[in-house]
């Protein structure tokens, strides 16, 4: 985990507390505190990081995990809501006690086929990237499946490998394509809107990017995986 503080230019690379690396961290959340969850896919554990702690220690849960990958938060609830690509589920905690799991593997509504990454809307839904099943579903904050759009291809509007997804204040969703090399951006019926990127090394273009966030200040954070670096935007706000 490495952790840049912008303000005064500091960096540092957060290890467990016995020293060692995390051999596979996927996703990371913060909760209103700073106070950071982190989930690696090979320990098939989640860890917990202060926002001015130099170790991450293991978060114990009631329930084993086989791959964790992405998570999200409910700031309100407080409910920890992690994604099992193993299992083809997603598990809802709340302080450690599993609450509930739902899902299966399938491609019916509300089942998943290597489900990846998660992000919880400032409205309370939940969307999932339902990645071998090319699509993004949508959840309340109980499970119950509410909607979802996406299908395989190789045009805009279609998916060919999505992973990271992200939505802004006004409701559009943001999903970065590994193998598109681009962000995808739809509004909040699924509808397509445009692309952000191509395949390249440039400003703008990525090379497999992977992970997404956008945050209060309406910055958006792409990770762009084989040119190894975080690209900022600023959000479109002239997009409807």
Known sequence: ??????????????????????????????????NVFVSDSELGKIFWLA????????????????????????????HLFVVDTAQHQVLIFDNGRLLKRFGNRGKGKGEFNFPTMIWHHQDGTILVTDSLNFRIQRFDAEGQYLGQFGQLGDASGYHAQPKGLATDEL?????????FHNVQVFNSAGQFLLNIGEQGRGQGQFWLPTGIFIDHQKRIYVADSHNRRIQVFRNLDAVQ
Do not use: C, M, W
């Open 1 to 34: 985990i490495h952790r840049f503080d912008l303000s005064d230019n500091q960096y540092d690379l957060i290890r467990l507390e016995n020293g060692r690396v995390l051999p596979s961290p996927v996703a990371l959340v913060a909760d209103q505190s700073g």
């Open 171 to 179: 409701g559009r969703i943001y999903v970065v394509d590994s193998l």
């Open 51 to 78: 926002s001015d702690a130099e170790f991450a220690v293991e978060v114990k849960l009631d329930t084993d995990l086989k791959q964790p990958t992405g998570l999200a938060l409910d700031i309100v609830s407080g």
